[in-house]
């Protein structure tokens, strides 16, 4: 019985040992495969396709890169090409500093700012502050145009939100997507 048992263990030692490396062999491939994934999400830049927007101006939440230009868009600009001075004094800086509005009038519509009054195509749609809520001077533009071009008005949903009634219209240009709600 002694003998069978020796015999036993040594016959199902080299089994137990080729099972611990192939279970070894695996866990480091699945390691491995995890850190290649890993290293490619990181390579991978999502701000080309994905948004969090983590600001009321817009509906919180992820937003895909879809859509045309068109009223009612909503589009990402980097905050200093649209607007420089206040990206400068507000340290948006990064090429990661963005806003995230809707295309509020584009090519052919009338925008109009006089005093706190923004006007589009004859339609008074918002109204805008002197200070924001921490007492600094906002930007303002005056005037009436019509927008050609490739010029778009910017708007957030918010009544305090940055966009166009401050630094006025842009250029489609400087959209850097086009987005729409995942959910």
């Known amino acids: ?4 048992k020796v ?4 016959r199902t030692e080299p089994r137990n040992i080729l099972g611990r490396v192939q279970t070894q062999t695996r ?10 994934a890993l290293i490619a999400a990181a390579a991978v830049n ?9 600001t009321p101006s817009v509906p919180i939440g992820w937003y895909v890169r879809n859509g045309d230009i068109k009223v009612g868009a ?4 980097r905050a200093r090409d649209v607007a420089p001075d206040y990206a400068a004094e507000r340290a948006f800086i990064d090429a990661g500093d963005r806003f995230i509005k809707r295309i509020a009038a584009k090519v052919g519509d009338s925008v109009c700012a006089s005093g706190d009054a923004i006007r589009i195509n004859d339609r008074t749609v918002a ?16 005037g009436c145009r019509t927008l050609s071009g490739d010029e778009i008005f910017l708007m957030g949903d918010t009544p305090d939100s940055f966009d166009s009634r401050y630094f006025g219209p842009v250029s489609a240009d400087d959209i850097e997507g086009i987005w729409r709600p995942v959910f």
């Open 1 to 4: 019985m002694r003998a069978s």
């Open 7 to 10: 015999h036993l263990l040594a």
């Open 27 to 36: 866990t480091l491939l699945l390691i491995g495969a995890a850190a290649i």
């Open 46 to 54: 999502t701000r080309d396709w994905l948004l969090y927007n983590h």
């Open 74 to 77: 909503l589009v990402t600009v």
């Open 127 to 142: 109204h805008r502050a002197t200070h924001d809520s921490e007492g600094r001077a906002l930007p303002h533009w005056s």
